[in-house]
């Protein structure tokens, strides 16, 4: 408990551009650019489509960055999304967020990640599949204790992974790039489609399928928005936090479509289709089982890297609702020699392993998928309701370009997506929707406690 008499613990400004870079893309690269462009393939049917989708991600991907960039440089606050929400619309939204994060999304993600991760180690050491459990139990218990010693010890563990992963993804691409095909993808590697890959059928079909497309790509270019919530432990944040949102984007959405090229090169869009894991299959027509064994690592890495920010960026978010009055008042604390959210970093890693013992977290995760464009569409709109009540920014600031008709086109994806899953998944929306509004009563609950603990509200 701290003592009454000491001034509160704050967070330790310590991380650069660099750091914060490294933040956006290893929150954004995790495991989806390893299996979603089979996906978009076979819903587009040609190569030049297939680009022009992950094309468009880009695109949004950088007006989301850039409204996200805006929305940090306005309030440099830890919570990041938390707090605009917070802001603009006022608490219960903002508290829905928090409550979606930790019981599913953030926590359903890290149970998901790591077994995903372990299993690919697993593998790759030749190891029963038995074992991908406790591997996974380990994963998050060891990034959950470095990201407690210090934001500087977590993000250093982040950015040593992220640059390990854009290495393995940089053999990839110069491989395909640079190198003649010298073996044939084993036929048990790939996967036989239903209907077989062709251009869609005139302009409307093209637009429909298109549209198909957009929703696993865009699923693959979320994640940038997690860096906001750590706004605090960047130095100069406001200066900061829009440079690392615009690199970090910009980074992805040139790897994203380097490494597509790459596997049109490899396997052309019928065998990209098809196959069930492209990078793997990619390596091994270069490099053969040496170039398979070379991606397994990079892939084991990717997904340990995203873990790693997951856990550093989301338990930020809970300190804040716990600031707030609107969470378990030990989470609000920071550890006075580490200057992190141990209490909320502990709780998250504690859910994250109920899930995964479980066996919940992919159910649950399919369930609030839709959320996280939900979230996407209505932080954005906080963009347009700070500006008119905030007024723009001074000279020189992070303000996001061609608003507000880029942030109504990134709001209008997050729309298209949240339907997308709506339609696709009807039962899972209806649970997820449920779940999201078993958060109402408690947010009340906690609302009214606050009321009756004025000094603990903001």
């Given at each position: 408990?701290?003592?009454?008499?000491?001034?509160?613990?704050?967070?330790?400004?310590?991380?650069?551009?660099?750091?914060?870079?490294?933040?956006?893309?290893?929150?954004?690269?995790?495991?989806?650019?390893?299996?979603?462009?089979?996906?978009?393939?076979?819903?587009?049917?040609?190569?030049?489509?297939?680009?022009?989708?992950?094309?468009?991600?880009?695109?949004?991907?950088?007006?989301?960055?850039?409204?996200?960039?805006?929305?940090?440089?306005?309030r440099?606050?830890?919570?990041?999304?938390?707090?605009?929400?917070?802001?603009?619309?006022?608490?219960?939204?903002?508290?829905?967020?928090?409550?979606?994060?930790?019981?599913?999304?953030?926590?359903?993600?890290?149970?998901?990640?790591?077994?995903?991760?372990?299993?690919?180690?697993?593998?790759?050491?030749?190891?029963?599949?038995?074992?991908?459990?406790?591997?996974?139990?380990?994963?998050?218990?060891?990034?959950?204790?470095?990201?407690?010693?210090?934001?500087?010890?977590?993000?250093?563990?982040?950015?040593?992974?992220?640059?390990?992963?854009?290495?393995?993804?940089?053999?990839?691409?110069?491989?395909?790039?640079?190198?003649s095909?010298?073996?044939?993808?084993?036929?048990?590697?790939?996967?036989?489609?239903?209907?077989?890959?062709?251009?869609?059928?005139?302009?409307?079909?093209?637009?429909?399928?298109?549209?198909?497309?957009?929703?696993?790509?865009?699923?693959?270019?979320?994640?940038w928005?997690?860096?906001?919530?750590?706004?605090?432990?960047?130095?100069?944040?406001?200066?900061?936090?829009?440079?690392?949102?615009?690199?970090?984007?910009?980074?992805?959405?040139?790897t994203?479509?380097?490494?597509?090229?790459?596997?049109?090169?490899?396997?052309?869009?019928?065998?990209?289709?098809?196959?069930?894991?492209?990078?793997?299959?990619?390596?091994?027509?270069?490099?053969?089982?040496?170039?398979?064994?070379?991606?397994?690592?990079?892939?084991?890495?990717?997904?340990?890297?995203?873990?790693?920010?997951?856990?550093?960026?989301?338990?930020?978010?809970?300190?804040?609702?716990?600031?707030?009055?609107?969470?378990?008042?030990?989470?609000?604390?920071?550890?006075?020699?580490?200057?992190?959210?141990?209490?909320?970093?502990?709780?998250?890693?504690?859910?994250a392993?109920?899930?995964?013992?479980?066996?919940?977290?992919?159910?649950?995760?399919?369930?609030?998928?839709?959320?996280?464009?939900?979230?996407?569409g209505?932080?954005?709109?906080?963009?347009?309701?700070?500006r008119?009540?905030?007024?723009?920014?001074?000279?020189?600031?992070?303000?996001?370009?061609?608003h507000p008709?880029?942030?109504?086109?990134?709001?209008?994806?997050?729309?298209?997506?949240?339907?997308?899953?709506?339609?696709?998944?009807?039962?899972?929306?209806?649970?997820?929707?449920?779940?999201?509004?078993?958060?109402?009563?408690?947010?009340?609950?906690?609302?009214?406690?606050?009321a009756g603990?004025?000094?603990?509200?903001?």
């Open positions: 408990m701290q003592n009454h008499t000491s001034p509160p613990v704050g967070y330790a400004a310590r991380l650069g551009v660099f750091s914060g870079t490294m933040l956006v893309v290893g929150g954004i690269i995790g495991s989806g650019i390893f299996l979603s462009p089979a996906v978009v393939a076979q819903r587009v049917g040609t190569g030049a489509l297939t680009l022009t989708a992950w094309g468009i991600g880009a695109v949004v991907a950088i007006i989301g960055g850039f409204v996200y960039a805006e929305l940090g440089a306005r440099p606050l830890a919570g990041g999304t938390y707090i605009y929400l917070r802001d603009a619309f006022g608490s219960l939204p903002a508290f829905l967020y928090g409550w979606a994060l930790f019981l599913i999304m953030a926590t359903g993600a890290m149970a998901a990640v790591a077994m995903t991760g372990a299993s690919y180690f697993a593998s790759l050491m030749g190891w029963s599949p038995a074992t991908a459990q406790p591997l996974a139990i380990a994963c998050i218990v060891i990034l959950t204790l470095l990201n407690a010693l210090g934001v500087r010890v977590g993000a250093t563990t982040g950015n040593i992974l992220t640059v390990l992963k854009l290495a393995a993804i940089a053999l990839l691409v110069v491989a395909a790039l640079t190198l095909p010298t073996y044939a993808v084993p036929a048990p590697a790939m996967l036989v489609p239903s209907v077989p890959v062709a251009p869609p059928p005139g302009l409307a079909a093209t637009v429909l399928a298109m549209g198909a497309a957009l929703v696993p790509v865009l699923f693959s270019f979320g994640g928005q997690q860096t906001n919530a750590v706004a605090e432990e960047l130095r100069d944040p406001a200066r900061t936090l829009p440079r690392a949102l615009i690199l970090g984007v910009l980074i992805v959405a040139a994203y479509l380097l490494v597509n090229i790459a596997y049109l090169r490899a396997l052309g869009v019928q065998g990209l289709a098809a196959s069930s894991a492209p990078a793997a299959d990619t390596m091994f027509v270069f490099l053969g089982p040496a170039g398979r064994t070379l991606i397994t690592a990079g892939i084991v890495i990717s997904t340990v890297g995203f873990l790693s920010m997951v856990i550093l960026m989301s338990a930020r978010v809970y300190q804040a609702m716990a600031a707030d009055g609107l969470f378990f008042q030990r989470m609000a604390t920071l550890h006075p020699v580490t200057q992190t959210p141990v209490a909320a970093l502990v709780a998250q890693g504690v859910v392993l109920l899930l995964l013992l479980t066996g919940t977290y992919g159910q649950l995760l399919d369930y609030v998928v839709f959320a996280d464009w939900i979230f996407f209505t932080t954005a709109a906080a963009l347009v309701v700070l008119r009540r905030d007024g723009p920014l001074p000279p020189g600031g992070a303000s996001a370009p061609g008709y880029t942030t109504l086109v990134f709001i209008a994806a997050a729309v298209y997506v949240v339907i997308g899953s709506i339609l696709s998944n009807p039962g899972n929306a209806a649970r997820g929707a449920g779940l999201l509004a078993l958060g109402v009563p408690v947010y009340h609950w906690w609302n009214r406690r606050r603990d004025a000094p603990h509200a903001r």
